[in-house]
C-alpha cells in the first residue's frame, strides 16, 4: 500500500516551542543517529539535542531565523531552517540550514517539499539569495543539486563524521527569481 496521506509543511512561530519541542528533539536525534553531518555526532543525547532546539526558537523569537516543520498526521518528519542576513548589506540573503527527514520517513519528497518551502519563505522575507552546505556525497548534495543550487566549491577534511573520518564539505547557492 502507497501512503499517500499529503505532508503538511508549517512555519513555527516561538509561541509553538512547547508544543514542538518534543518531536523535534526526537527528529534531531534520529537525524544525528542514521548519520548524517549536521554538526552533532552520535550519541547525541536528549538535553543536547533540546539546548539546540530551544536556541533555535530564540532565533526564531528575535526575527532572524524562520523554522519550517513537516508532519505527517501531527508527528515530525522534517524541519529546515532559514537565517536571515540581519545587515544592511545582507539583506537580500539567507543560509538554508540543517535539512532534516526522520530516516523512516525518507525518499517520500519530503526534504524537496522543505527545500521548495523555505525557498518561498526566503522570497517573501525578501531574500533573493540562498547559500548553504553539505557533506561531500551525501544524499542531500545530490538534492540541492537537483533543485539547481550551483556548487561554490569544496573545503576537504572539512567535517568530522561518526566513524571518525574527515569529509569533504560541498557549499552552494542559489539566485531566487
Given amino acids: 500500500m502507497v501512503d499517500s496521506a499529503p505532508i503538511a509543511i508549517e512555519t513555527v512561530n ?8 518534543p518531536g523535534l528533539v526526537a527528529l534531531l536525534q534520529d537525524t544525528v543517529a542514521s548519520g548524517a553531518s ?7 543525547s ?19 531565523r524562520v523554522l519550517l516543520v513537516a508532519s505527517d498526521a501531527d ?12 545587515r544592511p548589506n545582507g539583506l537580500h540573503r539567507a543560509e538554508v ?21 523555505v525557498e518561498q519563505a526566503a522570497r517573501e522575507r525578501g531574500r533573493s539569495l540562498l547559500v548553504l552546505d553539505t557533506r561531500q556525497s551525501d544524499n542531500a548534495e545530490r538534492l540541492y543539486r537537483r533543485l539547481a543550487y550551483q556548487e ?6 572539512y567535517a ?12 552552494f547557492y542559489k539566485i531566487l527569481s
Fill in 14 to 21: 516561538a509561541e509553538d516551542e512547547a508544543r514542538m519541542l
Fill in 38 to 44: 549536521v554538526g552533532f555526532l552520535p550519541p547525541l
Fill in 46 to 64: 536528549e538535553e543536547e539535542a533540546r539546548d539546540y532546539w530551544q536556541a533555535a526558537f530564540e532565533s526564531v523569537a528575535d526575527g532572524s
Fill in 75 to 86: 508527528e515530525i518528519v522534517g524541519s529546515v531552517q532559514l537565517e536571515l542576513a540581519m
Fill in 97 to 117: 540550514q540543517k535539512l532534516f527527514v526522520h530516516q523512516s520517513q525518507r525518499r517520500r519528497g519530503i526534504g524537496q517539499a522543505l527545500m521548495h518551502a
Fill in 152 to 157: 561554490v566549491g569544496i573545503i576537504p577534511a
Fill in 160 to 171: 568530522l563524521s561518526a566513524t571518525g573520518t574527515l569529509d569533504g564539505t560541498v557549499y
